[in-house]
């Protein structure tokens, strides 16, 4: 069944319980998450484990700059109100 209200870039239909707690117990372990925090200055960070070590990224990890700068770019135009 396909929902038209969902949107299918950031979401998933999954049907079995099993599946999912399976995928969440994988999916929430620091080594294959971030955790997003604020530094002293109000910017964003994120923070994972590679290897058992701490390891910070002040860019948003696996994206490329023009990926940023698409994101940044998106943020100026005037949608809220299309939200």
Do not use: C
Request: charged share 30%; net charge negative.
């Amino acid at each position: 069944m396909i929902r038209k209200d969902w949107n299918g870039e950031s979401n998933a239909g999954l049907h079995s319980k099993a599946l999912v707690l399976a995928y969440m117990d994988e999916g929430i372990k620091p080594e294959n998450s971030y955790q997003v925090l604020l530094d002293e200055d109000g910017d964003l960070y994120w923070v994972t484990k590679n290897d058992g070590m701490e390891v910070r990224y002040d860019k948003e990890p696996e994206t490329s700059f023009g990926q940023r700068f698409q994101s940044g770019f998106i943020e100026m135009l005037p949608v809220q109100s299309q939200l």
